[in-house]
DNA sequence: CTGTTAGCGCATTCAC
DNA sequence: GTGAATGCGCTAACAG
């Protein structure tokens, strides 16, 4: 493994000071002609390429890297964010640096280290909100920062309408003729703060008031996320003297989770009972869910677009922050109620 | 934004010179626990974290970050992978920094540049083929490379066993009765080199000889990853005048396209075709997809394992190149063929 | 055990 | 225009 060649080398073999070919490698104006070929043809000899970390420590330079933050990323809805996001930054010279967060603790270890190590020039954060705290630190430490799918007053945001999506389920449900809806979702009260869970049990009842349904406590079920918890709590909801006749979910993954519980009892779906889920993953469409399609995608490009804004040197300007529509996709699950 | 604290500053206010500093920091046998204890404490006030772009400068330092450059990585398999990957990294203190290619030109501009851009310690290449000529640049960068789901004689590589994959599964469609099996696969002429596909045709068609079956060309269909074209292929197949009674698809989101299609010719599955699929990817389970289980995640772990070997500095050894074995999952999509 | 010093590769002064 | 010197934050080698 032979040594990386280093400005000194190509200086050597060119002639001239180091000085001079870190000008001609930054395109400064004050270089002759003349040497500037010697410089270039010495580079290409050498395969020359300079040392980006090097280029960093020295002037503050830039990583030309940015970070997300995101919880379970392997979840269908973070990878769709993450596609979104990784579209832009492949038509940029920017490199993805991924933090993975799998618990609290990872959380706060990584709001602390992360503006600090200047790994990377900005950070999009997703679905984590940080304090009042962290986000005084990211402002000390100058790290640009845009969140997406969460909010903080201090900072950009990219949301997504929850509250409406929980609205527009509900009224699907009640439009279909169904009185007795349960809902479903992920604990409301979490350790890492997810909030959407809750915003939509906001639309939920808003709607559900609105057309003059009482809400019922007993019809609200938490667990954690996944399917198998989801099959579980569909189970406790038939279980009740007057089950439900429609079941709204906080995820594809937890309607699946439902549908699967309804079915292992005999019952039919959307006969028997109506689903609906949220964020329209892939598989959404091979079952027939009926849903609520979250511009997941999107809203990753978006906040790569309000990342850079951020970041652009010539006029740095502060993104408006902004809550993307949600969308209502009738599929098969979903149906009036049995007759009763 | 203030100015980032230093070892300087953290030195200062412990009273002590930055090399003791740089001495805990790097948990350097020779620092008496007082002292230690005394830098802790500033280290602590002052919220301090080294630089880890300095710390790669000086002495050729680590970067502490690994690179993992993967094609699509938004699809099921590959975000298994990753799972896997990111687990045992979570545990260490390296940081990911994930490439991701859509393209050939990416691909060819990646190999290049993530060796001498040395913002990685090492790197772990997901499906992915260097060629002679790549391999021999990493070599003279002295970037350690570790191939997942692909191999190279000169480097390190962890497989998963694709022929016998496309052995079990078509043995599994021979046991069951079927004779006429047909393949639907990725291109096998592809521009990355992707090889799993013509792997598992090689498993297949040694099955189909051991068992007496003659190879029929017109039972491989080719296409695009993905729901749609496979769900195009089997009508092709379906159009066919002696159509196959089992079809393998060579991804679980194909055999989806598969039965996709076969359901909308108003057939059942298995009833009437057997689908097998591979992969064995989330939603298989809630399909009641029978499939060749890969062990993605397991392969992602040992990938990284591999990673770690090459880079241990007391003694960097050069780990085995070894395959993982698969397994066969049956579930509700094969059956006897009909009667016929 | 611990303080001091010399680089790591580059960009950026400052003189010439 | 261009070469030499200085420093970015840190680790390692060298003295004490």
Do not use: W
């Not at 290409?44 to 002037?59: G, I, K, T």
């Not at 009224?171 to 979490?190: F, K, M, T």
């Not at 109506?274 to 993953?281: N, R």
Request: net charge negative; proline share 7%; charged share 25%.
């Amino acid at each position: 493994m032979s040594r990386t060649y280093t400005i000194r080398d190509v200086a050597k073999r060119a002639g001239v000071g180091v000085g001079t070919v870190s000008r001609v490698l930054n395109d400064h104006p004050s270089v002759s002609e003349e040497t500037r070929q010697k410089v270039l043809a010495a580079i290409e000899e050498l395969d020359f390429h300079p040392s980006p970390v090097a280029r960093q420590l020295s002037a503050g330079g830039k990583t030309l890297a940015i970070g997300i933050i995101a919880p379970f990323f392997t979840r269908p809805a973070f990878v769709g964010r993450l596609e979104g996001i990784e579209a832009v930054l492949a038509q940029s010279e920017y490199d993805l640096v991924l933090y993975n967060v799998e618990t609290p603790e990872q959380q706060a270890s990584l709001f602390r280290k992360v503006p600090y190590e200047r790994r990377v020039d900005g950070l999009i954060i997703i679905s984590l909100t940080p304090s009042n705290e962290d986000v005084k630190r990211f402002e000390r430490y100058g790290m640009p920062v845009v969140l997406l799918d969460t909010s903080h007053p201090d900072l950009p945001s990219i949301t997504i309408d929850d509250v409406d999506g929980g609205k527009q389920a509900t009224r699907h449900l009640v439009e279909l003729g169904h009185r007795r809806i349960a809902y479903i979702s992920d604990p409301l009260d979490n350790p890492f703060g997810f909030r959407s869970s809750a915003l939509r049990l906001e639309g939920y009842r808003e709607m559900l008031a609105e057309c003059g349904i009482e809400f019922r406590p007993d019809y609200h079920r938490q667990g954690e996320h996944g399917r198998h918890v989801a099959h579980h709590l569909t189970q406790e909801l038939m279980a009740l003297p007057d089950p439900p006749t429609a079941i709204f979910a906080a995820s594809d993954t937890q309607a699946l989770g439902a549908i699967e519980a309804i079915r292992q009892m005999g019952l039919r779906v959307p006969e028997d009972i109506s689903v609906i889920g949220y964020d329209d993953i892939e598989v959404a469409a091979y079952v027939g869910l009926t849903t609520i399609r979250q511009p997941m995608y999107q809203s990753g490009v978006e906040s790569v677009k309000a990342l850079f804004q951020l970041l652009d040197e010539e006029n740095p300007s502060l993104p408006a922050s902004y809550t993307l529509p949600v969308q209502l996709i009738e599929r098969e699950t979903t149906g009036p109620p049995a007759a009763a």
